[in-house]
């Protein structure tokens, strides 16, 4: 049986994002991929991708970032802020992200 996979996206180069990689990278119904450097046409190449979810250090991104991929409908942004250990939710709510394990239920309820 072919399973459908998530399409994830991690944007950025920080240690967090590399735990969290680590972390995604090991749960069967995930696909990862990793965008380190910022290309001239960063946004349209992310939405040709059509990714489930985008996973970024809030810490390490250009404050339009958010607002302009929240043109894509259905994209789930998951900010991370490592010095308070929260995830900022892009539909308005917050969750506590002290492991990958609570990434990975943030990215399931949205699925569910």
């Known amino acids: 049986m072919n399973e459908t996979r998530c399409r994830t ?8 994002l590399e735990g ?3 972390e995604l990278s090991g749960d069967p119904g995930m696909e990862v ?8 046409n960063l946004l349209e190449e992310m939405r040709l991708l059509k990714p489930a979810v985008i996973i970024f250090d809030l810490t390490a991104v250009h404050p339009g970032f958010p607002l302009a991929m929240l043109q894509q409908p259905g994209l789930l942004l998951i900010g991370i802020d490592p010095e308070t250990h929260q995830a900022l939710v892009w539909s308005g709510r917050q969750a506590p992200a002290v492991a990958a394990a609570d990434l990975i239920g943030i990215i399931q309820q949205k699925e569910a």
């Open 33 to 40: 991929l990793i965008f380190d450097q910022s290309p001239n």
């Open 9 to 16: 996206i991690l944007y950025g180069n920080s240690l967090i």
């Open 20 to 22: 969290v990689r680590a």
